[in-house]
């Protein structure tokens, strides 16, 4: 792939409910996009979601060596479920889920994800495996406010995501494993604050990591790192830009060679003080594959960006060139390119 193709397959950009379903067929074809992630609330039922996305891969093609789209939705549960209407069951909390028994969570998780796949989303961004303490409970507003955790157990997390996977590869649909190396343990909510998303406890041999260790046991397709900061990890760098977590933490001593994404960092004030160029440049730098941003108006600056480092710096070129090998692989594997 020339560069400017490899930058954009580290490239996933969200599709607003309100927007034209043709809004983004510029920016997919000229800046060879990997992914869309639809937002908003898509409550309309299965018809309009997989009108959009019949569309979306006709603009990628997906033909001859040109590789399809990833297709993602939030879909964890309860209030974070993007596709409802006609053709979606109404998912309960991810709380309630763990009331289930593991082989029960994986079976109902199976036949969300065929209505998924019916809809032509091959990604969900799920399940959550971030571990919120007792006596924090809903003060931690990413994730305990919503019932997003499974337990407050890592063990029965661990247990409820790896089940929670299971279901989607039944359905034939990537599962994603969130927010490495967990949110669970601060206040603020990294999407519309940078106050209060400093995690003083979590360390890199923590026990609410565990969750994340059996998720990859159990083939998560791709870890999304959080933007949160942990102070006895590596100290003021948002997880997202940190070498600390990602290469070394998660890829290093625990061993993960898969795709590693970013949460959101086009809208997210807990990055907002960061150019928006440097946001993918040190992700990608710090060992991360795919970069996340709601904003489509952000892409243009983060391709260059990507381009322009890849020109000036060898280490850097050979790091997206890593990058993209990890996405196509499992493009690959999930039927969206050819070898």
Known sequence: MPPSERAGQLLMVGLDVNARRDSLDALVRDRHLGGVVLLGGWYDGTDRVRATTRHLESVADGSGDDPGLFLAADQEGGKVQQLRGEGFTRIPTALAQGDLSPSQ??????????????????????????????????????????????????????????????GMHRGKVAATIKHFPGIGRITGNTDITADGITDRTTTASDPYLRPFGAGIEAGADFVMVGSAIYSRIDPGVNATFSKAIISDLLRGRMGYDGVVITDDVGAAKAVAATPVGERATKFVDAGGDIVLTARPDTVPTMHRALTRRMDEDADFAAKVAAATTRVMALKVKLGLASC
Do not use: C, H, K, Y
């Open 105 to 166: 969570l994986a079976t109902r998780a199976a036949g969300w994800a065929a209505e998924l796949r019916d809809a032509g989303i091959n990604v969900n961004l799920a399940p959550v495996a971030d571990v919120v303490p007792a006596e924090l409970g809903r003060a931690n507003d990413p994730i305990g406010q919503w019932d997003r955790q499974f337990s407050g157990d890592p063990t029965v997390v661990g247990r409820m995501a790896s089940a929670f996977i299971e």
